[in-house]
């Protein structure tokens, strides 16, 4: 081989004397060889790449001047490659050659032309770099010249050489060629570094400066700097956020999964296919796994975290798709909050677990690896300790099966917890209504409690494995080196061998402590996965329950339908047929339960088809019972994706009487809608449900009941106005469910609907003929009605007037913002999820100094923002915080673990002098037998220092495990017994998605996160003192290099961890809009498909992500900023180390210089470990102030003061108001005017007034949920404001619009403090005429009411409400709307019991239906927060003011009021 070369060459080809000279070479042969063709292989190798490109696109970049250059520059170097080749060519066979002279040697003909070849290749390549448009440089070009440039150094200086030791230059021509065409080598290499940027790169590199960095750029993150700089100077906010690269952004993403999840899916369906089995579930699961492994593969190894963050978002993607489709029987298996915690936990698990994906294999090795060299030292004792590792592994199996039990546990308890506090989020007011704090908080600390002793058991168990693990590589050096010295007396432990043995089990501990942990993430991740399967696998909706065929005569038609919930369920429609023609009106009458919402339901494809087919003729627009809002301007409620045409939104919002509310909102029609709606009242959220139909244009519209939720008058003009025969929608056809009577004569057609049957149907004057359930059904509830229906005209007259009597509206907050998350419409006893008017009180809060979305309006108006920012805290985390954690653990368990972790290092340390004290006995005992006592001393304290550090590794553990857990309990008990009692303000202004983020994020972050990063922070913290405390003990000369070295950290650290820092907040403020998002969805379910919006609404959800990504994908790259520089730093540190060593080589002993170096190679990975921990533990401490910040949060009044209300207060009951106002915020105005009244023992007090004229404020106001700006309410002559809360609200008893029931027993939901015995309970449901249903349930007062109390009817919910207060037996009650909801029948049965049982009492009815309050002692008439009537009703009728003309437009006329 080197005959061959020498002979190419023309010289020697290698020879080793070389080297030993004084001067050192290479030989000039290995330098036009092997380094030559080095780089140029290099470039061979990568041009097909390049080329590739070349062929494919045809667009390219437009010339630029550093293309132009770096072309003419190889353009220069190709002519030198020709001239060299010349050159040769002519001294061999030019004119002037000699042919006895020996010609020149091959290589200097092959050598021009592989670099002429070369030359051109590289100008191809730098035209393809052209051709990938938003490419800036190539990253091969760039390592090929810097290759190139490095190994033709050594030919540079060997030619100066010679020239200078000869001082003639042999050879000019190729002298001045080599030296020419180096020079443009080093250019052509400065210029690959510099980014060619086009002007269309350049518009992205503003938004995201990833697009122009360069190669060397990338590789050192240096295009991070700016934001790093920028985080230093000032907290990042999210408008510092970079663009995502178009491969990082969910769209892609989600493309890439969901191909790789289709084609695991074919593959696996086909294998099913083949075994023929029947488990339908099977093939998803295993879908889901391979999908994720296979886009595990996909994306490169290197962005292992970036890999993490895309298979988080592809999941949190792929689980809000599968929301939009699912079937109501797969929807009710997991609640809302269920979904939500796939989306933030178990997605974040596949996050976590991706980042340690590669020490599967990577682990394996390094142990395989350290056992063949540690085989090399000292042969077979080695497997002394493999014996001892490999018993290690049943018992770590045995641990991780025990631990996955309880982790399963504890996300059991953790689910329970967090359905209870969404519960309570939802029904917050009740709570504080019925003054059920307490219990509830009772409830949630129970189950808190059995949470913890599950953490307890884990921590305890993960303290064995920590012990088994610290004790490891002691026991295993122990058992090992025991063996081998006493296997014969021959073997002696000298410096050489301890040391390089002891590195080698040193790099053994790192695979061995990261299996466990692999193994618990792996077991973590298992568990999700099967979570996740179980969702993603349920049912889908079936599409095709509905057709859209227009070849049908009818617009609507229904043959032969028989449709129930789900699959297994009892049909609620029975063999329906109906035939619906276009442009028709038709009604849907019947009583509570008989099906009409299940038969709109249908119609949407919502329920599930056991037989029949529906077809619809063209677009459904859909109204349901109850109005879904979203989180958003009213005007895009409105618009709801669609195109604004000005002029028809215009007519829309006349025609559904919106007009007065928009001159009352502070914004218009650009004031931000809160969550569900809560800043406007029922009926204007009702209102707003119509318009967004109406705009639609939609031909076929399905209404469920639009019209319940708005006073009567309104509900008059809609009919007119929108769905009546004059109305907008009158060529559309339109299918209205409705319970109100005066509208039936004027539909084409009525369907009667007895018990999810049609009994009859026909127009309004066949069917009252007929004299069939219709007729039944009119007699009992159109006394009133009767008398005017012959009256059209009057109808009409009516109308005109409402016009002049605008709703007025003001300022207030009279809802509970039931939470995103829960009011899932999931029914099952067929009835829909149906608080209708949340309340009719306008309820517009305002803010200060808010600003509108459009900037640009100079004219602010104030209250358009109505949900604040969520606030962040900015700079560095308050040192108090920390103190707080550790408050909260005690200060003993703090110092204690502190303490035992500190003489564990201590033993560390110790044992590794002895170690080398021992090694100098190879010295000592040279050339004479070992004795067998020192050798026996010297095992047994080495031994007994390596059990020791296991030992106090345990207790400090288990010390910390107790800590950490009395601190999570006390930081969640401080912030649920705060959020009990904050006012009610705070929920209304606070879109619950927060206060569960808090809940479930943060406490899982305290309970998780810090107990480990704190561990890992005091280990790390010891190792590196510990670490340089040896290095310095060995070489003094160190400590010169520590102190500057430790000053570069600290600025490095500081301005990583400013920007990380900040980073991390913004991720989880950015996060929390996902899951609102994701709660408003799963709400509007329905609504969403009904006008076919998925699409839209799916795009929003990868925007939203989209938006969480910005803050994340910064944050991974800067820990890659950090680890390039933190590595580089530690490189020198051993350079050092070891340059010390070198230059005081003459002093120092081998077996210290050893102990230094490796210490040294080992202080690089502690102090980025430290770094990373320090960091870690600031983002994960956040949470504590996340949480702190909702603990410090200002309380209502105290819930028992001095001053306890005397026994059985209030007695007689009566009210007495003096000078009475109120606001809601400071900053509003007032709501409630000096209201002055008395109300005697006993009355019966009826209250009426337009929408928001402060009726629903007057109950709040006895309740004390608003508290007084002037004036005072006495009770029995007790000013109310001197009692404690509990005091006053346990006393009086309320029955609220909306029947909150919550998840757990009926028992619960009547009695939660278990004050009374069955019986009385039994008593109650029977007055409440529950008591045939409740008995025929299975499990009688113990069955379990699901999440909203879902699975009970509206009607049952209310009559479970009236059940609650016939308990109570107060002297006061309140009764607000509580029938406005009802049919008539449940109404009747409301009011004749209420008559009967409470006619001791003081009762007073907030009113919306008239007739319901004729029978009262004296009616209230408020108008703007002022009263303007009260007497009684008679009185009123004929004072003829304001009662009056509400009386007439309710179709009360005085004739029918004395018939009464």
Not at 207 to 227: H, V
Not at 623 to 651: C, R
Not at 920 to 935: E, L
Not at 1394 to 1412: D, K, Q, W
Request: charged share 20%; proline share 3%; aromatic share 10%.
């Amino acid at each position: 081989m080197s005959a061959a070369l020498e002979k190419y060459c023309g010289s020697v080809f290698w020879n080793a004397s070389y080297l030993q000279r004084p001067d050192p070479d290479l030989p000039v042969c290995v330098e036009k060889t092997v380094l030559v063709w080095l780089p140029l292989g290099f470039l061979w190798l990568c041009a097909p790449w390049h080329l590739v490109s070349l062929f494919k696109t045809s667009a390219k970049a437009p010339l630029s001047r550093l293309y132009i250059c770096k072309q003419i520059l190889v353009g220069l170097l190709f002519l030198t490659a020709i001239a060299e080749l010349a050159l040769t060519l002519g001294e061999d066979y030019g004119p002037s050659s000699d042919s006895t002279i020996q010609k020149n040697p091959t290589v200097l003909y092959t050598n021009p032309v592989l670099f002429a070849v070369s030359w051109i290749i590289v100008m191809l390549c730098q035209e393809s770099v052209r051709h990938r448009m938003t490419v800036v440089d190539s990253g091969s070009l760039f390592l090929f010249w810097l290759l190139l440039v490095v190994c033709q150094v050594f030919q540079f200086q060997t030619l100066l050489r010679d020239a200078l030791s000869q001082e003639e230059i042999v050879d000019l021509p190729r002298f001045c060629l080599f030296y020419i065409s180096y020079g443009l080598q080093l250019i052509a290499f400065v210029l690959s570094a510099i980014a060619d940027v086009s002007p269309e790169v350049k518009k992205l590199s503003k938004k995201n400066p990833e697009a122009t960095a360069t190669f060397l750029s990338r590789i050192t993150f240096n295009w991070f700097n700016s934001m790093v700089f920028k985080g230093y100077k000032r907290p990042l906010v999210q408008e510092d956020m970079w663009d995502l690269n178009e491969k990082d952004s969910t769209h892609s993403i989600c493309q890439q999964f969901e191909e790789v999840m289709s084609k695991e899916l074919k593959k696996s369906h086909s294998v099913l296919q083949k075994k023929k089995s029947k488990r339908t579930s099977d093939h998803n699961q295993n879908g889901l796994a391979k999908g994720v492994s296979q886009d595990v593969l996909v994306m490169y190894f290197q962005r292992c975290f970036v890999l993490g963050m895309k298979v988080r978002t592809a999941i949190m993607a792929a689980v809000y798709k599968k929301a939009l489709v699912v079937s109501n029987g797969s929807k009710k298996e997991s609640t809302v909050g269920e979904i939500v915690n796939l989306m933030s936990a178990d997605a974040q698990r596949f996050n976590d677990v991706t980042n340690f994906i590669h020490l599967l294999w990577s682990c394996p090795l390094q142990i395989i690896l350290a056992i063949a060299f540690l085989w090399i030292e000292l042969g077979p004792s080695v497997l002394a300790g493999l014996l001892v590792m490999v018993l290690m592994v049943p018992i770590n199996g045995w641990l991780a099966t025990k631990s996955r039990s309880f982790q399963m546990e504890n996300m059991k308890f953790k689910d329970k917890r967090m359905k209870i506090v969404n519960d309570i989020l939802n029904g917050i007011k009740i709570l504080k209504l019925y003054a059920w704090e307490t219990s509830f908080e009772d409830q949630i600390l129970g189950i808190r409690e059995q949470e913890l002793k599950v953490m307890r058991k884990f921590a305890y168990l993960s303290s064995v494995s920590t012990f088994i693990f610290a004790c490891a590589p002691a026991i295993v050096s122990l058992a090992t080196f025991a063996v081998f010295v006493s296997v014969s007396s021959d073997n002696i432990l000298d410096a050489e061998k301890a040391f390089t043995s002891i590195s080698l089990f040193n790099i053994l501990r790192f695979p061995l402590a990261m299996l466990p942990q692999l193994i618990s993430i792996m077991v973590q991740t298992s568990v999700s996965k099967k979570r996740l399967e179980k969702f993603l696998s349920g049912d889908d909706l079936d599409t095709m329950a509905v057709s859209h065929d227009d070849s049908y005569s009818a617009a609507v038609s229904m043959t032969d339908g028989t449709f129930a919930w789900e699959r297994d369920t009892e049909p609620v429609l029975k063999n329906l047929s109906l035939d619906i023609h276009a442009g028709r009106l038709v009604a849907v009458v019947g009583a509570v339960g008989s099906g009409k919402t299940s038969l709109i339901s249908a119609l949407l494809g919502e329920m599930h088809n056991l037989k029949g087919h529906i077809n619809i003729k063209g677009s459904v627009a859909y109204v349901p019972q109850q109005a879904w809002i979203q989180n958003d301007t009213l005007k895009n409620n409105i618009l709801f994706g669609s195109q604004l045409d000005e002029k028809q939104y215009q007519a829309v919002v006349d025609a559904c009487a919106l007009r007065p509310d928009l001159d009352l909102l502070p914004g218009g029609d650009q004031t931000e809608i809160g969550e569900k709606g809560i800043n406007l009242s029922g009926g204007q959220k009702q209102r707003v449900s119509l318009a967004r139909a109406t705009y639609s244009s939609a031909d076929v519209y399905l209404l469920d009941d639009p019209l319940s939720a708005v006073d009567s008058h309104v509900g008059k003009h809609l009919f007119e106005r929108v769905i009546g025969p004059n109305g907008l929608l009158k060529d559309k056809t339109r299918i209205l469910v409705t319970h109100g009577v005066s509208f039936l004569p004027y539909v084409d057609e009525i369907v009667v609907l007895v018990d999810g049957v049609v009994s009859e149907t026909g127009s309004y004057s066949s069917l009252r003929a007929s004299k069939g359930a219709f007729y039944e059904f009119l007699e009992t509830y159109a006394k009133e009605e009767s008398s005017k229906a012959d009256d059209r005209k009057a109808m009409e007259s009516d109308y005109e007037e409402i016009d002049t009597v605008p709703e007025s509206l003001e300022p207030q907050a009279d809802s509970s913002p039931d939470d995103i998350i829960s009011s899932t419409l999931k029914r099952e006893n067929s009835l829909r999820h149906s608080q209708r008017h949340t309340q009719h009180n306008g309820s517009v809060r305002l803010k200060k100094n808010s600003s509108l979305r459009n900037k640009k309006d100079s004219n602010d108006k104030k209250g358009q923002r109505l949900i604040e920012k969520e606030a962040m805290e900015t700079g560095k985390v308050k040192f108090s915080v920390y103190l707080q954690y550790l408050r909260a653990m005690g200060w003993c368990y703090a110092t204690w673990s502190f303490l035992v972790f500190f003489i564990q290092n201590v033993a560390f340390i110790g044992q590794n002098l002895w170690l080398s004290d021992w090694t100098n006995d190879a010295v000592k005992y040279f050339n004479t037998t070992y004795p067998s006592n020192v050798r026996d001393t010297r095992i047994g304290v080495f031994g007994a220092l390596g059990v020791a550090q296991g030992l106090l590794v345990f207790i400090g553990t288990i010390l910390l495990a107790d800590g950490s857990i009395s601190a999570s309990r006390s930081i969640h008990t401080r912030l649920l017994s705060n959020i009990l009692r904050v006012p009610m303000v705070f929920f209304d202004t606070t879109p619950s998605g927060r206060i569960v983020n808090r809940f479930a994020k943060d406490i899982f972050t305290v309970d998780e996160m810090i107990p480990m990063s704190f561990k890992s922070w005091i280990l790390c913290l010891l190792g590196v003192l510990g670490t340089l405390f040896v290095i310095c003990l060995a070489t003094p000369f160190f400590t010169v290099v520590v102190v500057p070295m430790a000053a570069i950290y600290y600025f490095v650290q500081r301005f990583y961890v400013a920007t990380s820092r900040q980073l991390r907040r913004l991720d989880s403020v950015s996060r929390s809009p996902i899951y609102s998002h994701f709660g408003e969805t799963v709400s509007g379910l329905s609504v969403i498909r009904a006008y076919g919006h998925q699409q839209r609404f799916l795009k929003q959800n990868e925007d939203t992500i989209d938006g969480n990504l910005k803050s994340v994908y910064p944050w991974i790259v800067s820990n890659r900023w950090l680890a390039m520089r933190l590595e580089s730093l530690g490189n020198l540190v051993v350079f050092f180390s070891a340059l010390f060593a070198v230059i005081s080589r003459d002093s120092l002993d081998s077996g210290l210089v050893g102990l230094s170096i490796s210490y040294a190679l080992n202080v690089t990975q502690t102090l980025n470990w430290l770094v990373r921990m320090t960091s870690e533990l600031e983002t994960n401490i956040v949470a504590v102030e996340r949480v702190s910040e909702y603990t410090e949060i200002k309380n209502e009044a105290q819930w028992f003061t001095e001053n306890r209300a005397p026994e059985g207060w209030p007695t007689t009951g009566k009210i007495c108001f003096e000078n009475y106002k109120v606001r809601y915020r400071p900053e509003l105005e007032l709501i409630l005017h000096g209201i002055t009244c008395d109300i005697d023992s006993t009355e019966k007090i009826g209250i009426v007034g337009r929408t928001g004229a402060g009726k629903s404020s007057l109950t709040n106001c006895l309740f004390r949920i608003i508290e007084a700006v002037e004036g005072r309410i006495l009770i029995d002559g007790i000013d109310i404001s001197t009692l404690g809360l509990h005091d006053l609200r346990s006393r009086i008893t309320i029955i609220p619009q909306d029947p909150m029931l919550f998840s757990g027993t009926l028992r619960m939901n009547l009695d939660p403090f278990e004050k009374f015995s069955d019986e009385e309970i039994w008593k109650v449901l029977e007055l409440a005429h529950l008591k045939d249903y409740v008995g025929g349930l299975p499990s009688g007062l113990q069955h379990e009411v699901s999440e909203g109390g879902e699975n009970l009817s509206l009607g049952q919910r209310q009559l479970l409400c009236l059940a609650r207060a016939l308990l109570r037996k107060s002297r006061i009650l309140i009764l607000d709307e509580a029938t406005a909801a009802v049919d008539l029948e449940t109404d009747d049965l409301i009011q004749s019991t209420i008559r009967r049982e409470f006619s001791h009492c003081t009762v007073l009815t907030i009113a919306h239906r008239l007739n319901t309050i004729l029978d009262s002692s004296r009616v209230m008439v408020l108008d703007s927060g002022k009263i303007v009537e009260f007497d009684s009703p008679s009185a009123l009728m004929n004072q003829q003011g304001h009662f009056y003309s509400m009386a007439k437009d309710a179709g009360i006329s005085a004739k029918a009021y004395t018939a009464l």
